[in-house]
């Protein structure tokens, strides 16, 4: 009995119709229609112009960050930038490896960088991207990485057109794995 192999998408030339940016699509972002009734989803849709000048800063920040993502394979380019308890804003962008598992997502390279600079305490991010008519939200891994230091930290996924929605890490991710459900012996 002969089986046909079955093809990674990877594996030889891509078609046309399967560029990096579907793959990338498909397994590394969770999306949600602009249009999508955002209270049905734990989302709640915000106006820019009435947000605390701290999380229009952040936004900025993000909007900003985004313009330098390393992303030549799948042109998919994140922003994010953290608000620290102290006031510190911490920015971050996307970062591809050609062995695409490898890739940095933009949330985790804030975190990254904010710890580096001894900031641990956060209380929000924005994460901005363009998607047309979907809104871009962490992926598992990012959200694992966010609740590991603040589960009620609220996120604003936003559009470079200030498109926006609010959510929490604790909406993004309930029944998180965090620090307090482990102890450790010393």
């Known amino acids: 009995m002969i089986t046909q192999k079955k093809q990674w998408p990877l594996d030889g030339q891509l078609s046309k119709r ?13 999306y949600w229609p602009s249009s999508a009734k955002m209270g049905d989803n734990h989302q709640e849709s915000v ?21 330098k993502a390393y992303c030549p394979y799948s042109k998919f380019a994140v922003g994010a930038a953290l608000l620290c308890e ?5 920015d971050g962008c996307n970062v591809e490896n050609v062995s695409y598992g490898l890739t940095i997502c933009a ?4 975190i990254c960088k904010a710890i ?12 901005c991207a363009e998607m047309e008519d979907y809104f871009v939200s962490p992926c598992g891994a990012c959200r694992q990485v966010l609740a590991e230091f603040n589960t009620g930290m609220e996120v604003y996924l936003c559009k470079p057109n200030n498109d926006i929605v609010k959510t929490s890490v604790t909406k993004l991710l309930p029944l998180s794995f965090t620090p307090n459900w482990v102890s450790f012996s010393t």
Do not use: H, M, P
């Open 18 to 30: 399967r560029s990096l940016q579907s793959i990338f699509e498909q397994n590394k972002t969770v």
């Open 47 to 67: 106006k820019y112009d009435l947000l605390d000048s701290s999380v229009k800063t952040i936004i900025n920040k993000a909007q900003a960050i985004r313009e």
């Open 86 to 90: 102290d006031g510190t804003i911490v």
């Open 107 to 110: 949330e985790r390279a804030a």
């Open 116 to 127: 580096s600079q001894e900031q641990k305490s956060f209380k929000c991010i924005a994460i």
